[in-house]
């Protein structure tokens, strides 16, 4: 009987880990399937700008509802949710443990914060004690030129990017040119943000931009425009004039590696269903190219 028992639980086992492996495969196709991007080392998310006019919970809510799983966060937020204050570098720790729980049940990682530029070696180290707290991988940012040094020393020492971020024409880091310049001689931790929708209202190719850009890549706002120029406003992915398939074949091409945000700045009080359309046709497109 002893016997018995014990060969049924041995062939009960191989079969229940049989399952599981079967159980686990499945999922990996499904995430691959519907996920494409993370094959490729892409971390596809959104910047809560895109929600601010809601607080960072509803904004949580939201990037969940459209298949996302990262977030942007940038300062000054309500936090909402029944948390108290502002999201940014103010927080106390209480507040702190708060969102990163908030961020759990709402199955988001914050994974970036910006766009961001502090005025004094302080709130730099500030700023980087926050986002080492919160696990944030990069910081966005346009900052003052005589600050490269120290962010060599903070991004090495702390271990988190900083990508510079190029608001249109006449903005400081408007052209590669400057990025490429700024950076040079500095950490490889430093290097660029690429905002797809801004290069094209500051009249530049978005695909010659990561070109000149490549190997310093280290975050993108992804946008799309219905015309050239600055009078332009966002439109679903693919479906306007920023060359989504030829700025997503370029990524693939650099072999990129990192985090995506959508920032949709149009349509704000229902932008959510024009976010969502535009990670489906992204994720048609990546698994096309």
Request: aromatic share 8%; hydrophobic share 40%; proline share 3%.
């Amino acid at each position: 009987m002893k016997i018995g028992i014990k060969v049924l639980t041995g062939i009960s086992l191989i079969l229940i880990l049989s399952n599981c492996k079967s159980i686990k495969s499945g999922n990996t196709a499904s995430v691959s399937k519907n996920n494409p991007e993370a094959k490729l080392g892409w971390k596809l998310g959104a910047q809560a700008y895109t929600f601010k006019l809601y607080t960072f919970a509803q904004a949580l809510k939201k990037i969940d509802s459209c298949k996302l799983s990262y977030v942007e966060a940038f300062a000054g937020q309500q936090i909402g949710g029944g948390i108290e204050g502002k999201m940014g570098p103010d927080m106390d720790e209480a507040k702190r443990k708060a969102v990163l729980e908030m961020l759990k049940a709402n199955h988001v990682k914050i994974i970036a914060f910006g766009v961001v530029s502090p005025k004094s070696e302080d709130e730099w180290i500030k700023l980087f004690d926050f986002c080492k707290a919160m696990g944030i991988e990069t910081i966005t940012s346009e900052p003052n030129e005589q600050y490269m040094p120290l962010l060599s020393k903070l991004t090495d020492k702390y271990l988190i990017n900083l990508a510079i971020h190029n608001h249109p024409n006449p903005s400081h880091y408007w052209n590669p040119d400057v990025i490429l310049n700024a950076i040079k001689g500095q950490s490889k931790r430093i290097g660029a943000c690429a905002d797809i929708g801004h290069w094209v209202r500051s009249g530049l190719d978005p695909v010659d931009c990561l070109k000149k850009l490549e190997g310093h890549v280290l975050h993108s706002h992804m946008k799309d425009l219905n015309i050239k120029g600055k009078a332009g406003h966002d439109v679903h992915w693919g479906e306007g004039v920023g060359n989504i398939a030829g700025v997503i074949a370029e990524l693939k091409r650099q072999n990129f590696k990192g985090a995506i945000s959508a920032e949709y700045e149009y349509n704000w009080q229902s932008n959510s269903q024009d976010v969502a359309q535009s990670v489906i046709n992204f994720r048609n497109l990546v698994a096309k190219e």
